[in-house]
């Protein structure tokens, strides 16, 4: 079980009820598939990604970027049990999606470097650390279904 200060907790909740989802959301996934391009693979669907501009237009990445940041509400809402918060998403990803789970830690780091671009002197090293606390848990709940 992990344990928050109420400082990390508060840290969390003021970051979300500031975050511009679609913003960071769309700058976070298109890091992560232009940075990593094997990431691509999974998405298929949302057309061709394979230029970096087409990448940052596309809106199925705009989109889903929202989703993937909209997903991570449950956990800033369960900060107490985000292990079970996550049973059904991770085992979406595993079983339908087949998402190598390596890739949630590369998507993590993009968040990171989003909002340390977009928040400047903001992002102190404590919020930093707080992040990476919080997405080491989600990285780690999401895997969890994973055989
Ligand atoms: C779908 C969250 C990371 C690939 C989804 C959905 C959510 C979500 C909420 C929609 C589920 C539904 O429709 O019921 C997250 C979160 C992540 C994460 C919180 C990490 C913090 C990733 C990564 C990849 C990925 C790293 C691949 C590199 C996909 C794909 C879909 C999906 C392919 C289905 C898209 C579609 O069919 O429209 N994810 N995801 N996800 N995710 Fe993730």
């Known amino acids: 079980m992990v344990e928050w200060t109420d400082k990390e907790r508060a840290t969390i909740q003021d970051l979300f009820s500031k975050i511009d989802y679609d913003?960071?959301?769309?700058?976070?996934?298109?890091?992560?598939?232009?940075?990593?391009?094997?990431t691509q693979r999974y998405f298929a669907k949302f057309g061709n990604l394979y230029n970096a501009a087409a990448i940052m237009g596309n809106a199925d990445v705009a989109k889903h970027g929202s989703i993937i940041?909209?997903?991570?509400?449950?956990?800033?809402?369960n900060m107490d049990n985000i292990k079970a918060a996550y049973t059904d998403l991770s085992t979406l990803h595993s079983e339908t999606?087949?998402?190598?789970?390596?890739?949630?830690?590369l998507l993590s780091d993009c968040l990171a470097i989003v909002l340390a671009a977009r928040m400047g002197k903001n992002f102190t090293p404590e919020i930093q650390a707080t992040i990476?606390?919080?997405?080491a848990v989600v990285v780690s709940a999401l895997g969890r279904q994973y055989h």
């Open 97 to 105: 999606l087949h998402v190598d789970p390596d890739n949630f830690r």
């Open 69 to 77: 940041l909209h997903g991570l509400d449950r956990a800033m809402k």
């Open 23 to 38: 913003a960071v959301g769309q700058a976070t996934l298109c890091r992560c598939l232009i940075v990593y391009p094997w």
């Open 132 to 135: 990476q606390k919080f997405m």
